[in-house]
């Protein structure tokens, strides 16, 4: 059973590192994409929607799926389908062919999202422990990869299929072949029964505060993905090539956040973390609308990434356990691709709003509101709390019910 868990610990944490760099080209290249399909500045900010909104709508419908599909089995084919959508934005040529290609990997991106996560959380009750972040670390890790290819794409002019390329030919039978070690924790490979196991659909009620973190903790990485390199040379004055490190250092910061925040949250719990992050968040943000000039505004958004990286693992590990209190291993499923959506909220709600405030006030004023919402987080931190189990350490134990087997059978 040890190896089992271990290999499948490994496959998924692999599919994480191949969704962040997939998820990385294709965001880090889209000036190159509005440039070869001729997509007008105008037109531009509707494609852009239409990703998180498509990916929305495929997490929904994976919460429907989960309840006569493994988790596992959707993950295994919804990453092929991301992989090959993002050769397909680099191989069009008219805007439909873009269209289609883009509505491919938001859905795909939706489904991906949501079993990944599942079977990170059912593998972490199975261990007893927390490895949540971990994985998200592994994303970051893939995120920081994807856009450093994309980097060397763009500086040696490579066609968007030609960058793409490589990258899809190694990615795609590397998950195909991992794939084989997944683990559907407490359900084995077994179909899941219709309504999560009998158990009924889960109360939005009991998932709408950790909603609301998702949202607030996606807000803010929005902010800082779209508004960086913005805020840093209009507002505090930088040069062109000092405005792009923020979001690298940003993204740094991220994954050695989440590298050692497993750690943490065995040592000091998971409603500690949650708000030492949601506190360093809010300073950053402070640190960032305050900032006198350049190098004090990276030293904010420095720690934005340590703040802000510990949020969403932790939220989506603390739905799947309250749903699978209530309502079993099936519930947890259906929680996690509920509470998936509000990632896509997050993500659609924050650029527009920094932006609007910006005009309509100022740039620094517009920090303060990503600001207030990260607050916000402390006032539901308990929401995190893990129940206190029969031995009376507050510690989980893996349950021989939840290990599970391989989706290959074993």
């Not at 490579?158 to 039978?173: E, G, I, N």
């Not at 050695?256 to 506190?279: C, H, K, Q, S």
């Not at 929401?383 to 350490?393: I, K, L, M």
């Amino acid at each position: 059973m040890t190896d089992v868990l271990r290999h499948g610990r490994a496959s998924l944490a692999f599919s994480f590192f191949a969704q962040g760099v997939a998820f990385a080209l294709l965001v880090t290249r889209i000036p190159a994409i509005q440039d070869r399909y001729g997509v007008s500045d105008a037109l531009l900010p509707a494609f852009l929607a239409a990703v998180p909104i498509l990916a929305g709508v495929g997490s929904v419908a994976t919460e429907r799926l989960v309840r006569r599909i493994p988790p596992s089995r959707l993950l295994r084919w919804s990453q092929p389908v991301v992989l090959l959508a993002l050769l397909g934005v680099g191989a069009g040529e008219r805007m439909v062919e873009l269209g289609v290609a883009l509505a491919a990997f938001g859905l795909a991106v939706g489904a991906l999202d949501a079993s990944m996560n599942m079977l990170g959380v059912s593998l972490q009750r199975s261990y007893g422990r927390s490895i949540m972040l971990s994985f998200h670390a592994v994303y970051s890790l893939g995120g920081i990869v994807g856009a450093s290819l994309a980097w060397v794409g763009a500086h040696w002019d490579l066609a968007l299929f030609v960058s793409y390329l490589p990258v899809v030919v190694v990615l795609l039978p590397a998950v195909l072949v991992g794939s084989r070690w997944y683990v559907d924790g407490g359900r084995g490979g077994d179909v899941v029964a219709e309504g999560a196991g009998g158990s009924g659909p889960v109360a939005f009620k009991m998932l709408l505060p950790l909603c609301l973190v998702m949202t607030f903790a996606y807000i803010g990485d929005s902010t800082v993905s779209n508004w960086s390199a913005k805020y840093l040379q209009d507002v505090l004055g930088s040069s062109e090539q000092l405005a792009t490190v923020p979001y690298n250092v940003y993204m740094v910061t991220t994954l050695l956040g989440r590298a050692i925040g497993d750690f943490g949250v065995r040592r000091f719990g998971a409603v500690a973390v949650v708000r030492m992050g949601a506190l360093v968040a809010a300073v950053g943000f402070a640190v960032v609308a305050g900032a006198p000039g350049a190098w004090v505004g990276m030293l904010g958004f420095t720690l934005l990434g340590l703040g802000l990286c510990v949020l969403v693992p932790q939220t989506f590990a603390a739905a799947g356990r309250l749903a699978a209190e209530k309502y079993g291993p099936g519930g947890s499923d259906a929680a996690i691709a509920r509470l998936n959506v509000f990632n896509y909220v997050g993500f659609l709600i924050g650029s527009p709003l920094v932006g609007a405030l910006g005009d309509a006030w100022s740039y620094r004023g517009a920090m303060l509101v990503p600001m207030v919402l990260v607050l916000v987080t402390l006032v539901y931190a308990r929401s995190f709390a893990t129940q206190p189990d029969r031995y009376g350490d507050g510690h989980e134990r893996p349950r021989t019910a939840d290990v599970g087997r391989g989706s290959n059978g074993l």
